[in-house]
């Protein structure tokens, strides 16, 4: 049997074939674009047209091939320091057999860290393969064998680990993509007609022609139903991972946990200058470690009086950033002589929702 590390290397290496054939077919459709189409099927019968072609079609490919190279390149964002077990609390933890012990050394290690979500039985999320205490949002990765922040998915086509540092990039990849695929069959569409129906010379650019109108139609049907479904997620501030299970609160489960509204859903990928928004550079906000919550998190698809904004106050009391809730869902017992006060909201009716804001004095 071969050893492990040889069968890894064998795994990271075919793991870049989806890759290869991405490159390859988009230098093939630069060459089927710009030499075959423009240069021997235009020609010199319309120059204008040739130069319009060229200069839409390189904005979109030198865009294109950017953001795509971002997000194959960009390594994913992993957890901070902090999140490891001490050496004390790591050897706690592995003499312990009993999962009810193991659990009370990471409450112990968890009781200064920003932690909001647990797992579906209430417990610390803890990655044993990587030895760390989750963040919110963070999950392993069995392809690159690592905890990633913000996790949305693993993507073969990029060979790469889609979630915090590189979203953004990939989102932009999708949509230059799209982009690039619907400029090539727009414009390839009049010259495609005209070789199917022989109203040109038979050339060796009819096969180049027609072979790329078909790739371009096909890529752009598929990568509009992905993109589609990115761009909802985007505006819900869920990630694929959360789209499929909720995250689980001290409440329990809550799909819109996160959001913020659109605005600021939008705002968390792409961060606050719009005019940054188009390029591949990353202006995405936060630190991939903690996110900004909801207090009440009603589900508009199922119905409801709509989630009070942030910044108002509700039933005469003012809502407090989020960092100075001091509940970190970790449950743990007030020490010292703090005390906490608890403030009740109660609306009254069938539809009536208890929010509970701890304050220390």
């Known amino acids: 049997m071969a050893p492990t590390h040889v069968l890894r290397c064998c795994q990271r290496g075919l793991s870049w074939i989806p890759v290869i054939f991405i490159a390859l077919v988009v230098c093939w459709s630069y060459y089927a674009y710009v030499v075959e189409l423009c240069i021997f099927t235009i020609g ?33 964002a992993n957890p901070s320091k902090e999140f490891c077990l001490a050496k004390a609390e790591k050897e706690r933890y592995e003499k312990e057999e009993r999962p009810e012990a193991q659990q009370e050394v ?35 990765c069995s392809a690159c064998d690592m ?24 989102i932009l990849f999708l ?40 790739v371009a139609a096909m890529f752009c049907i598929s990568i509009l139903s992905l993109f ?42 792409f961060g606050d200058q719009k005019k940054y928004w188009p390029l591949p550079l990353f202006t995405s ?21 709509p989630p009070p904004e942030p910044s108002q106050s509700v039933a005469g009391v003012p809502a407090s950033p989020l960092s100075e809730v001091q509940d970190h869902l970790l449950n743990s017992p007030p020490h010292g002589n703090h005390t906490a006060a608890p403030h009740a909201l109660t609306s009254v009716g069938p539809d009536s929702v208890t929010v509970s804001l701890e304050s220390q004095s």
């Open 44 to 76: 010199y019968s319309s120059i204008g047209e040739q130069i319009v072609y060229l200069i839409f079609f390189h904005v979109s490919f030198v865009m294109f091939v950017w953001s795509y190279w971002k997000t194959i390149f960009t390594k994913p």
């Open 106 to 140: 990471l409450w112990r290690a968890a009781a200064g860290l920003p932690l909001y979500t647990r797992t579906g039985s209430g417990a610390i999320r803890y990655c044993d393969r990587c030895q760390v205490i989750k963040p919110d949002r963070c999950h392993h």
């Open 147 to 170: 905890c990633v922040l913000k996790m949305d998915h693993h993507c073969p086509w990029v060979n790469n680990c889609v979630g915090f540092s590189n979203y953004k990039y990939f």
């Open 175 to 214: 949509a230059y993509s799209l982009v690039y695929c619907l400029f090539i069959a727009a414009t390839v569409l009049q010259y495609f007609i005209k070789f199917w129906t022989n109203n040109l010379p038979e050339t060796h650019a009819k096969f180049h022609v027609l072979f790329l109108f078909f």
């Open 228 to 269: 589609s479904y990115h761009l909802w997620l985007v505006g819900r501030n869920r990630s694929t991972i959360e789209a499929f299970r909720a995250p689980v609160f001290r409440t329990g489960s809550d799909k819109n946990g996160f959001s913020l509204g659109f605005r600021k859903n939008v705002g968390q990928v």
């Open 285 to 305: 906000q936060g630190d991939g470690v903690t996110f900004p919550t909801r207090l009440v998190t009603p589900d508009p698809e199922q119905g409801g009086p």
